[in-house]
């Protein structure tokens, strides 16, 4: 089983950027894909981002690209999301998660088994 744990949201004036972190227990880290995911109020939870387990292949939804990255360290247990660019719109609770059977990562959020417990990003106008 692996607990995670996000830290790094705040707020920030829009332009701005913030790069949260996700630190993962465990000593089987590198068997997990990892994805980001952001829900906003009144709003379903949305894939932001997901990194293999080698952190050589990533992928992004449209309305990030460009403007964020994900990666990783698997020797400190950790993922990243350095946001830049950024704008009101991507006001949310941002949680990552693990991914045990993807061959690369998912887009779905279904197919993650943990997950943490969230971390509040606002961008204000």
């Known amino acids: 089983q692996v607990q995670l744990v996000e830290s790094g949201g705040g707020w920030v004036q829009a332009g701005g950027s913030l790069r949260l972190s996700c630190a993962a227990s465990?000593?089987?880290?590198?068997?997990?894909?990892m994805g980001w995911f952001r829900q906003a109020p009144g709003k379903e939870r949305e894939f932001v981002a997901a990194?293999?387990?080698?952190?050589?292949?990533?992928a992004y939804a449209d309305s990030v690209k460009g403007r964020f990255t994900v990666s990783r360290d698997n020797a400190r247990n950790t993922v990243y999301l350095q946001m830049s660019g950024l704008k009101p719109e991507d006001t949310a609770v941002y949680s990552c998660?693990?991914?045990?059977?993807?061959?690369?990562?998912?887009?779905?959020?279904?197919?993650?088994?943990?997950w943490g417990q969230g971390t509040q990003v606002t961008v204000s106008s």
């Open positions: 998660a693990a991914d045990r059977i993807s061959w690369l990562y998912s887009y779905i959020e279904d197919q993650y088994d943990y």
């Open positions: 465990g000593r089987t880290f590198s068997s997990y894909a």
């Open positions: 990194i293999s387990r080698s952190g050589g292949s990533t």
